[in-house]
């Protein structure tokens, strides 16, 4: 037996709660994984609340991320003790997902924890903070650099957006984060933001072209921000977007593309490559530092998952949130 976060469908709508499942419950799958830990992201609080259609089959347990220890394994490459962790690949939509103590999963969706990380460390960083290191990637392989000018990081106080601060940060760009919550400017200027902005600034309806000023951005947000954000960057910027807290709507022009050279790369994280995988976690063990980590994280048990989903979806809560599955 084991507990888990499940979502059920009923007469008023989803309901998710904690509760004890025997093993047989499990989904199919060559490797079963004692979690030991998971995280909220913003796709699991929509699975929990019940805010979008996140959830594709019922019952369903939630959580696009874990860690944890391999308890048994059929899958040639994996065998049990080893330490591992998931990010995606449809985990807590379409297959029982992280928010429990146990996860049976295909094993090719499985990644070895970096020997230097301990679980915990590695829900710190999560789906968001590997999405945040795949965005700085693809602006890295766009050509831009420290010396390029400026770097934009947009819905900087939460999960994606605190991780993506101090990666560029660590790395010498001068960052401005803009963030709704401009109560949280002393925490990102600790990531290391030169620079705090309202989001309210990007918030109207959107010119086809402004004045340039990013040489590179990091768009959490989508619809009207992530419009702005194009029409200000500098000739031969580039916008990595990997997000639409603010909306899927995307009201700009080809002006930005065909008239500065802007390059919009989008940031799949689901579905990414074993290889690119890898890269982003090397990188994530080897250039986060762990006092960043403690910075941005809260921890919480199980149960309480399901309480902050709404305050996440409210973007009330701070950088990332860490699940003990055993607490």
């Known amino acids: 037996m084991f507990k888990a976060i499940l979502i059920e469908q009923g007469p008023g709508g989803d309901a998710a709660a904690v509760r004890e499942l025997d093993d047989a419950r499990l989904p199919d799958g060559d490797v079963t994984v004692r979690v030991e830990y998971s995280t ?12 979008a259609p996140v959830v594709r089959h019922f019952p369903m347990v939630p ?18 003790g080893e330490k591992v962790l998931l990010n995606g690949w449809g ?5 029982w997902g992280g928010l429990a103590q146990r996860a049976r999963v295909k094993g090719d969706w499985l990644i070895p924890l970096p020997p230097t990380m301990t679980a915990r460390q590695a829900m710190a960083i999560g789906t968001a903070g590997y999405t945040a290191m795949l965005a700085v990637m693809a602006l890295e392989r766009h050509g831009v650099t420290p010396a390029s000018g400026e770097i934009l990081v947009t819905g900087a106080a939460g999960g994606v957006g605190s991780v993506a601060v101090a ?35 990007y918030a109207r309806a959107p010119k086809p072209l402004a004045k340039e000023r990013w040489a590179g951005a990091v768009d959490v947000v ?32 080809v002006a930005p593309f065909i008239l500065r050279g802007v390059t919009l790369a989008g940031i799949d994280s689901v579905y990414r490559p074993r290889a690119d995988r890898l890269h982003a976690w ?26 902050v989903a709404p305050r996440i979806l ?6 990332r949130v860490v699940v003990d599955t055993n607490r």
């Open 40 to 51: 909220v992201n913003y796709k699991d609080a929509l699975a929990i609340t019940g805010k």
């Open 63 to 80: 959580g696009i991320d874990f860690a944890g220890t391999v308890e048994s394994s059929t899958h040639p490459d994996i065998a049990a």
């Open 91 to 95: 985990v807590g939509e379409m297959h």
């Open 167 to 201: 990666l560029l940060a660590q790395r010498g760009y001068r960052v401005a984060a803009m963030t709704g919550r401009l109560e949280e400017a002393e925490f990102l200027t600790r990531l290391g933001a030169a620079e705090v902005l309202d989001r309210a600034m």
């Open 222 to 253: 989508g619809s009207h921000t992530l419009a702005n954000v194009c029409a200000a960057s500098r000739y031969g910027g580039v916008v990595a977007a990997c997000g639409l807290a603010g909306g899927m709507d995307f009201a700009s022009t």
């Open 282 to 307: 090397e990188r994530l063990a080897r250039e986060l530092p762990v006092a960043t980590l403690d910075l941005i994280t809260t921890d919480i048990g199980l149960a309480e998952a399901i309480a």
């Open 314 to 319: 409210a973007g009330a809560v701070r950088g």
